[in-house]
């Protein structure tokens, strides 16, 4: 596992935060690790989760501003409005 747990998750990449997730999905499947420590990793598994779907709208977001031509072809974008 990447040594990123520290991490703030508000600063993660999309890349960064499935690559921790998918680890922390791994290691509660494989049900070695203590109690104490499955709940603390849950948790964060919980704040990536969020972080990646936080991620994924901002994409949707970009993408249906991208604008088209006349004959249906991309030609632009405009900014996206956040707030």
């Known amino acids: 596992m990447a040594d990123n747990t520290h991490a703030d998750v508000k600063k993660l990449s999309?890349?960064?935060a499935i690559e921790e997730l998918e680890s922390i999905v791994k290691r509660?499947?494989?049900g070695k690790v203590p109690l104490e420590e499955s709940v603390a990793i849950y948790e964060r598994g919980e704040s990536l989760k969020r972080r990646?779907?936080?991620?994924l709208q901002?994409?949707?977001a970009r993408v249906e501003k991208i604008t088209l031509d006349a004959s249906g072809k991309p030609k632009g974008s405009e900014p996206l409005d956040v707030g």
């Open 14 to 16: 999309f890349e960064k």
């Open 52 to 55: 990646c779907q936080e991620l």
């Open 28 to 30: 509660l499947e494989e």
């Open 58 to 60: 901002q994409a949707e």
